[in-house]
């Protein structure tokens, strides 16, 4: 057994918490041998939920389930933390406009960003999966001076996951037949579901698709599935989001298979072309527990023009709230 691992997760009373902290606790996050602390941060009115949850969490008899802690201080809820998963937000209400999304989220992520970079453990990761989840992540990592840039990263792992069924179902494959998949830019309808460089069982994809089918069906609906799941479901979609949340937080600790990469949504380094520091999905690998841009790959012109309309908007994004004084 090694050192118990402590982990934060944000919201923890929304519906992503209670579809995230089950896995979480039973080592679906971590592997079967790591211990896991749990520290919740909820806001006031959520706090009893979180109450409620941990009592069925304890009564799960998790063996690798160390200790429960629910917090409404973000100076208690991120104390120590390996892992810290941000998932609370604030939805876009009736009337919102962009700019009060950005404003309202800012209040947020800007005292998470302090608190984390006052009490949260050396080597802190942090994966911000509430929405605007690029730009949010901007905003922690900038009042975080203390914790190296690299550490916040965004989700777009839900979105690749999406991409892999579209495109299995398409060609008749399995998931696991599909290597060389991206999802570029935001975690946003503006996205960039790309299969330039995607094989199916040793395939090219674009000898197996018609271009027609990616340009209309493919990419559309990878785009627009989260208001896909939100029209069907009446509430936007969580246990697949806690199931990327998952995937991209044990890729980013104990590495990416060997042969392929996968999606995450990380500080560009300038790679590609996109502007350094803006949160941007690209495709990566992680290897001793730092993600890597995968590069070399040849982009053409059609992936050039969605690539950049998707950087645009987070680079908007970014302005926005450079202008209220967030970044
Ligand atoms: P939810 O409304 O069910 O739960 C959100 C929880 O966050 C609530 O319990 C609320 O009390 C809490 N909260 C609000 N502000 C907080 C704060 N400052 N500190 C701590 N907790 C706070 O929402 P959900 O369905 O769990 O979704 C959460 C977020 O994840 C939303 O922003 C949603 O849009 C986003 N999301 C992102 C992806 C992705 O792929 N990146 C996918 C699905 C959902
Ligand atoms: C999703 O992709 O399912 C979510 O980001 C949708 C949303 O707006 O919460």
């Known amino acids: 057994m090694t050192t118990p691992v402590t982990v934060t997760v944000t919201g923890a009373a929304g519906q992503i918490g209670y579809a995230l902290l089950f896995r979480i606790a039973s080592g679906q996050l971590l592997g079967p041998d790591t211990p896991v ?3 919740l941060l ?5 706090v009893k939920a979180a109450e409620g949850t941990a009592m069925e969490l304890d009564d799960c008899a998790f063996p690798l389930l160390r200790s429960i802690d629910i917090s409404d201080d973000a100076r208690v809820g991120f104390e120590g933390t390996n892992v810290a998963l941000l998932v609370g937000a604030r939805p876009r209400s009736k009337g919102m406009e962009r700019g009060d999304l950005l404003e309202a989220n800012g209040g947020i992520f800007k005292p998470q960003g302090e608190a984390i970079n006052a009490v949260a453990a050396d080597d802190v990761r942090v994966l911000v999966v509430g929405n605007p989840a690029n730009t ?3 905003i922690a990592s900038a009042h975080a001076p203390d914790v190296p840039d690299e550490r916040f990263t965004a989700m777009t792992r839900l979105d690749h996951n999406r991409a ?32 330039s460089h995607t094989t199916v069982a040793g395939r090219p994809a674009t000898d197996l698709v018609d271009e027609a089918w990616l340009t209309d069906e493919f990419i559309p609906t990878v785009a627009k599935r989260g208001a896909a799941i939100i029209e069907a479901r009446g509430a936007s979609s969580a246990a697949s989001a806690a199931n990327a949340a998952i995937d991209h937080v044990r890729d980013w600790v104990l590495g990416t298979p060997e042969g392929s990469w996968t999606s995450a949504a990380i500080p560009s380094d300038g790679s590609y072309g996109v502007p350094e520091g803006v949160i941007s ?3 990566v690998v992680s290897r001793g527990g730092a993600w890597e841009v995968v590069q070399g790959l040849e982009v053409n012109d059609f ?9 645009a908007e987070l680079v908007e994004e970014r302005d926005a709230v450079k202008g209220l004084g967030l970044v």
Not at 166 to 194: C, E, F, K, M
Not at 303 to 311: G, Y
């Open 281 to 283: 999905s690209f495709p």
């Open 37 to 39: 602390r749990l520290r």
């Open 136 to 138: 949010n992540a901007l």
């Open 303 to 311: 992936s050039r023009a969605r690539i950049d309309a998707s950087v």
């Open 164 to 195: 892999l069924s579209q495109l299995a179902a398409r060609t008749g494959a399995g998931v696991t037949d599909i290597q060389g998949l991206t999802i570029w830019g935001n975690h946003s309808a503006t996205q960039y579901p790309d299969v």
């Open 42 to 46: 909820e806001i006031p009115q959520g």
